[in-house]
């Protein structure tokens, strides 16, 4: 799928999401607005450009396999995505809501149970630590609050902390993933950056994860 065109932000747009943080504007995090084909109008801010792609994948919960298009970019050693799929009756929105965000965690915890894996085989040891401890710690922030979105109970925000194998078989990496799941309509969106832990102290911390996620609203 081809990319969409990407526009520069606008300046009084630009200005707003620089007051929640001076380091979310640094010259590492590019911000700009995008417009995703398929998502109801919703209006994005990336700080780097997004490429398009898309998945059939099953979800839980839901009749049949899914169309997922996904728009993600890497800038200042995260990454930031946003993913929506659409669903054929109302009933099943928060059942897709619940199934994205359990999705991600199931991912995560995929992760983090390999990457004990491989620190077992590489210490040798007969029970090591990580596998005794919960494979990912997940939680709650304040609910999803995008403008003109549907109002839903499952419209939630997760912090997700986790690990991932190290390349090379090296060290394993801790994982932060904040995500967003919210919806208009039929729509239902995915908004999430995935920070390993050397990008916690760079521009892409949690002033850039806030206006990464206060960037998006809908028409109307």
Do not use: Y
Not at 25 to 53: I, M, S, Y
């Amino acid at each position: 799928m081809p990319t969409p065109p990407i526009p520069p932000i606008r300046p009084r747009r630009w200005l707003l999401l620089c007051a929640v943080g001076l380091a979310a504007c640094a010259p590492a995090l590019n911000w700009r607005e995008v417009r995703p084909a398929h998502a109801e109008g919703l209006l994005a801010t990336f700080p780097c450009k997004p490429q398009a792609a898309q998945r059939q994948i099953p979800l839980p919960g839901l009749p049949d396999v899914v169309t997922v298009h996904l728009l993600s970019c890497e800038a200042d050693g995260s990454r930031w995505a946003l993913s929506h799929l659409s669903v054929s009756d109302a009933s099943l929105v928060p059942v897709a809501l619940r199934a994205l965000a359990a999705a991600t965690r199931g991912n995560l915890e995929v992760a983090s149970r390999e990457a004990a894996r491989q620190a077992q085989a590489a210490s040798a040891q007969a029970v090591p630590e990580p596998l005794a401890q919960p494979a990912v710690r997940a939680s709650e922030l304040a609910p999803a609050a995008v403008p003109r979105m549907t109002p839903q109970p499952d419209s939630r925000t997760w912090r997700f902390e986790a690990r991932r194998p190290g390349e090379g078989g090296g060290a394993s990496v801790p994982l932060t993933v904040t995500a967003s799941h919210f919806s208009h309509g039929l729509t239902v969106f995915q908004a999430s950056v995935w920070q390993p832990d050397e990008a916690g102290s760079a521009h892409s911390g949690r002033e850039g994860v806030t206006t990464f996620l206060q960037g998006f609203h809908f028409p109307g």
